[in-house]
């Protein structure tokens, strides 16, 4: 047997070897028949397919468990794909090879950049995408992909082992037990479950177990992980009704056209492939104080918005808006489902009343008088487990080898799912072949900060990603992702194509070749005036003006910027990517060396690692206060840094924890590791040092 | 234009943008770190302060207060003039000394100024210092963890001075409570709130503005609100007035339940008579401030009402300040009539004061007054009391043994640095509200939102050091309140 000293004190279960085939007994006791894989990943929607495929890319054979195969790839939301700040997580996600953008630029119907007047920083991509034509070009992908096996059935348990004396965790999983007592042997095991643990379907007052409409929910692996001793809490999300095309008055509506051309998500897609002039537009109509009051007569029969779980209060029901916010007319987007749909997705909708009410409420909008409802909206409720349980490489802290990603850690939306997937496939399949674990900095990108928000502050409603939740937002740019993730990715992770690496290479030796092109071309101001009339420069300084400069003038490009000096500068506007990305790196340039710096603070706290298995609750000779002990214990942070981001941990605390930095230390001198690189900033480094 | 900027982030301490626990800080303005600097030398009777720096610009620092000067050479000490590197007045003659990193205290560039220990010198060269590029006053602590990444500190070091940094943050915390006590705390607050919200405003705009309806004139009403604050920040700068006066010294509480004698030991003590005495309870109802020297240390001694519960209305209000300055407190002597340790006040006094203090680690003397009436001096006055001296105010046996034993905690108190004069407090006061005024010039010089709201982000930092708080969800809180947004 093995200890349970580790397990917690929240953990009060008693684990017999019912629910235990220790590795030693199991292995042996295994029908040759038992498949063995090094990466199983549970669950095939965003999360889910973004684990697997990436695991597969770094190289291990992956099998990926799903209930149904003609399901992965389901957008069961809401029709489209990024927006201010998921944009920008899709890049990264992009930037590590994972799918979702790639697949977008397959299927997009509806191309549309956010905030375009705001600042590139913030420019939020988004796209509406055919939902069938996603599906099936993710299910070619995923069907496709070398080392990945995708086998159908419902995981109803763990195997799990002894642990592995090295690293902490009370137990480590080594499969999986199917719903028809078949087992599935695996070295990682990946949960992307979503909204299945347990989900619960509700609308009106009826209730009903399912994961999403039409699916089983999954209840033996959610009293399994509880069992487990993990936190698990509950949430609730909704989605709006379904609306027949064919039955809404669209001329008298506000129609919205996409973009021309498209922005495509993925670095490697200099297009997308359905053409700006056939794609679909979207329209916009309004609710009106009748759609109140049939939300506010009928609450009695409303039991989801009567509930205590949490749902999220940036995607609310239209319930919860026209009770907070009374008396207001709110915005509903109509959108389209795909190019050869008859559906509409009424975005900004999501109602769990009676069917027959919803149908009643949809008739009271503007253009929807006619409007024939084909599938009610409804809320799910979900278990999740408290994301202060795993670790910023999305293994949990109880059970080692087993990570989890996507809803189950209590996020929302496609675009987190996605990026925990790549996360905790690359992870999982590091782990596998004992490299060290990849994990991404709150000041290398948004999906830092994602991970970092869930592990070290845990969530109480599905969590999203908004760009005001970034610090370094001026830096963590959509058009930069590449160069701050696609080398990682390549060299430590092993999950990007080559042909990728080389074209992520190729752009970034153009963009410091072009900036200090721009750095070198210098004349007077007065010159500058002379040569682009139609920008304002300012002519009040006498000191000679940088193209860099004259770049960052709002009304100049590298278009106007060349034709002014064509014979140095020309050749940077043939690719449209590069004179854009050379604009923006010249409008935050100063600001980014400054934050440059700010960034190499939090890195070196970050460096500064805790031993992983620290006892809190025990340790001796230091001057913890037990709420600190608590809060430590249970997030278990693996760096100064992120200790110090947990609410409460004082900088006295900080500074005796930093005793225990030293032993980490200590050991690591001892194997010799060799520090992460980190190229994004490397190279940075030289650029300045060569400015200097 | 935006160089200057982000010159002033670096001014402005990271960090709190997102949690207030987090201390170290600093985006610098050349090499790997913000340059920092403080006094490292207590108060008291000292002759000679010490003002340390440490960071890349150490060396840009020496030099400009002492321009036109070479650095002098390293480890020595040299005799230098110091002038304000902008008005060119002169400051002080002192020894300085240069450790080029990595042999300093901790492992960076390093410059000590020995200078003579008057508040206005110490003052002078603090501001100076506050005004070179790149230089910022050091959080809690910050020496030392800059000590330990370098490999500076061994672990036993570094276990001891844990407690050190812990006193450090405590008395930091105490001084600027001093300082944001009264109007200026109340106005700090007012902008920092204003602050959040047109912050917040701006990033709704931002994550939110396209799809969803926020009302008109979102951005309108915060460029109105950063204007707004902008004039009032600025006037405050410029007034001459520096409101009231900071005392030195260790700050020194008297405290109990009514009519222990509170005021007799705080006369006693000061050989004068400040208070009013009577036999009355409830007699002192302001808190009196007298500065006094206390076994040789300089301490500013708070006379103050006896706490009890139920009585008038400017009682209540004199026992309220009496418990904010508890709050305050360097060290507090907490006064029980020996007496009368059975009753109902002091026993409630010494469940729950006394507890409570303790508990939080403050400095505490416990003292039981009117010996005198205690039926024979052998007999102690109860078994289960914590560890106290006896006195009596009248004939003033045991007044020796009080003078040593706040002789032992002065010592400690002042010979902290961080307890130092109100005037470091003060410095690194202008500093953060100054780098916030001029944050928000920039905010409006932008097109770019995304630039805008981090000038408006740098600003609130420099505000939220002041006031504490300053987390992301704060922000998000308030976008939620005041926008219906989300699909």
């Given at each position: 047997m093995f200890s349970f000293r580790r397990c917690g004190h929240r953990v009060a279960i008693s684990l017999t070897k019912q629910y235990l085939p220790f590795a030693g007994l199991s292995r042996d006791s295994a029908a040759p028949c038992s498949p063995h894989f090094d990466v199983v990943v549970v669950g095939g929607g965003h999360a889910g397919t973004e684990a697997a495929a990436a695991a597969a890319r770094c190289g291990s054979r992956t099998l990926l468990l799903t209930h149904r195969v003609d399901t992965i790839g389901q957008m069961s939301c809401n029709p489209s794909f990024g927006g201010i700040g998921k944009g920008h997580l899709m890049r990264e996600v992009d930037a590590l090879d994972g799918l979702c953008s790639r697949i977008c630029d397959q299927s997009g119907v509806h191309y549309k950049v956010l905030n375009r007047r705001k600042g590139p920083a913030v420019w939020g991509l988004r796209a509406q995408i055919d939902r069938k034509l996603y599906k099936q070009n993710m299910q070619k992908e995923i069907l496709n992909t070398p080392l990945l096996t995708v086998r159908e059935g419902a995981v109803e348990d763990l195997i799990l082992a002894e642990p592995e004396p090295e690293h902490t965790g009370k137990c480590r999983v080594s499969g999986v037990v199917l719903v028809d007592g078949s087992t599935v042997y695996a070295e990682s095991v990946i949960l992307t479950t979503g909204t299945f643990l347990r989900g619960m379907i509700v609308i009106g007052l009826e209730m009903h177990p399912a994961g999403r409409l039409g699916d089983q929910p999954s209840m033996g692996l959610a009293q399994t992980l509880e069992r487990l001793g993990f936190v698990v809490g509950r949430l609730k999300t909704g989605t709006p009704p379904r609306i027949a095309k064919e039955t809404i008055n669209f001329s008298i509506l506000n129609k919205q056209t996409p973009d021309n051309p498209s922005i495509p998500f993925s670095f490697v897609n200099e297009t997308v492939w359905i053409k700006p002039e056939d794609q679909l537009p979207c329209y916009l109509t309004h609710t009106n104080p009748r759609v109140d009051k049939i939300v506010l007569e009928n609450l009695h029969l409303n039991s989801h918005v009567k509930e205590t779980t949490r749902g999220p209060r940036y995607c609310p029901s239209i319930e919860s808006k026209v009770l907070r916010f009374p008396n207001r007319v709110h915005q509903v987007w109509l959108e389209p489902e795909g190019m050869d749909s008859d559906l509409i997705y009424p975005q900004g909708l999501s109602v769990t009343l009676p069917a027959e009410l919803q149908e009643k409420m949809i008739m009271c909008i503007r253009g929807l008088e006619n409007a024939k409802m084909t599938q009610p909206g409804y809320g799910v409720q979900y278990d999740y487990l408290d994301p202060r349980q795993i670790t910023p490489s999305l293994e949990t802290h109880l059970v080692q080898r087993l990570f989890f990603a996507g809803q189950i850690n209590g996020t929302t939306g496609y675009e987190e799912a996605a990026a925990q997937g790549v996360i905790a496939g690359i992870n999982a399949s590091l782990r596998v072949s004992r490299k060290p674990p990849f994990i991404v900095s709150r000041t290398e990108g948004y999906i830092g900060v994602l991970i970092d928000d869930l592990t070290?502050?845990?969530?109480?409603?599905?969590y999203r990603m908004f760009t005001s939740r970034v610090e370094f937002r001026l830096s963590l740019r959509p058009d930069n992702a590449d160069s701050r993730l696609t080398f990682r990715g390549y060299k430590e992770a092993g999950c990007v194509s080559q042909q990728r690496y080389e074209r992520a290479s190729w752009m970034k030796s153009s963009l410091e070749e072009g900036i200090s092109v721009l750095k070198s071309i210098e004349f007077s101001s007065s010159k500058w005036k002379k040569l682009i009339p139609q920008a304002s420069i300012s002519t009040a300084r006498s000191l000679p003006v940088r193209a860099l400069d004259v770049l960052k003038y709002e009304e100049v490009d590298m278009e106007l910027l060349a034709k002014a000096v064509p014979e140095s500068l020309k050749k940077y506007t043939k690719c449209r990517e590069l004179a854009e990305r050379l604009k923006i790196e010249a409008t935050y340039e100063s600001v980014v060396i400054h934050q440059l710096q700010e960034i190499k603070e939090v890195q070196r706290d970050e460096a500064l690692q805790l031993p992983k298995d620290l006892d809190y609750l025990t340790i001796r000779d230091v001057s913890l206060s037990h709420e600190v002990r608590e809060k430590l214990h249970f997030s278990r942070p693996q760096t100064i840094g992120a200790a110090s981001r947990i609410p409460g941990v004082t900088p006295a605390a900080i500074i005796n924890l930093l005793r225990f930095v030293k032993t980490t230390q200590q050991r690591q001198g001892a194997m010799n590791k060799l520090p992460q690189t980190d190229e994004y900033l490397r190279d940075t480094d030289k650029l300045q040092e060569r400015e200097l | 234009m935006w160089r200057e900027l982000w010159t002033l982030a670096a001014r402005a301490a990271r960090g709190s943008c997102r949690l207030c626990t987090r201390q170290s800080s600093g985006a610098p303005a050349f090499g790997s770190g913000a340059t920092i600097f403080a006094l490292s030398s207590g108060q008291g009777r000292c002759g000679i302060a010490v003002i340390r720096t440490s960071g890349p610009a150490s060396s840009h620092a020496l030099q400009s207060l002492t321009a036109p000067r070479d650095l002098p050479p390293a480890r020595s000490a040299s005799l230098r003039l110091l002038s304000d590197p902008h008005t060119g007045e002169p400051l002080d003659r002192a020894l300085v000394l240069w450790f080029p990193g990595p042999q300093s205290f901790t492992g960076e560039d390093c410059v000590e100024f020995h200078v003579h220990g008057g508040p206005a010198v110490v003052s002078g060269v603090l501001q100076a210092l506050g005004s070179v590029p790149g230089l910022r006053p050091a959080e809690a602590g910050e020496f030392t963890r800059r000590a330990f990444a370098h490999g500076k500190l061994s672990l036993t070091e570094v276990e001891g001075l844990a407690d050190l940094i812990h006193a450090e943050t405590e008395a930091q915390r105490r001084q600027a409570l001093r300082q944001l006590d009264g109007e200026l705390g109340q106005l700090c607050h007012s902008w920092a709130e204003t602050l959040t919200k047109a912050l917040a405003h701006v990033e709704a705009y931002i994550d939110f503005g396209e799809d969803d309806n926020l009302e008109e004139g979102v951005l309108e009403q915060a460029d109105s609100q950063v204007q707004g604050l902008v004039v009032s920040l600025d006037a405050h700068l410029r007034d001459a007035r520096r409101g009231q006066r900071l005392r030195s010294g260790a700050h020194v509480v008297v405290t109990g339940p009514p009519n222990a004698g509170k005021s007799s030991l705080v006369n006693l003590l000061s050989q004068k008579p400040v208070s009013i005495v009577s036999p009355e309870p409830g007699t002192t109802r302001d808190v009196l401030e007298i500065p006094v020297d206390l076994a040789g240390f300089p301490a500013l001694l708070s006379d103050t009402a006896g706490l009890r519960e139920g009585v008038g209305p400017v009682e209540q209000e004199g026992v309220r300040r009496a418990r904010e300055r508890l709050e305050q407190a360097d060290l507090i002597l907490a006064v029980l009539d020996a007496s009368d340790l059975a009753s109902p006040s002091s026993c409630s006094f010494l469940d729950t004061v006394v507890a409570l203090l303790g508990a939080q680690s403050q400095r505490l003397l416990l003292v039981l007054n009117k010996s005198d009436l205690l039926p024979s001096a052998g007999l102690g006055p109860g078994p289960n009391l914590p560890p106290h001296l006896l006195l009596s105010c009248l004939t003033r046996e045991g007044l020796d043994g009080l003078l040593e034993a706040l002789k032992k905690e002065l010592a400690v108190v002042c010979g902290d640095p961080s307890t130092g004069p109100p005037l470091l407090t003060r410095a690194r006061h202008r500093h953060h509200l100054q780098g916030c005024l001029d944050a928000l010039g920039h905010y409006k010089q932008t097109r770019d939102l995304a630039l805008a709201a981090e000038a408006l982000r740098i600003a609130r930092r420099h505000l939220t050091h002041l006031t504490g708080g300053g987390g992301t969800e704060e922000v998000l809180d308030i976008i939620f309140r005041d926008f219906c947004v989300g699909k």
């Open positions: 070290t502050l845990g969530t109480c409603e599905p | -």
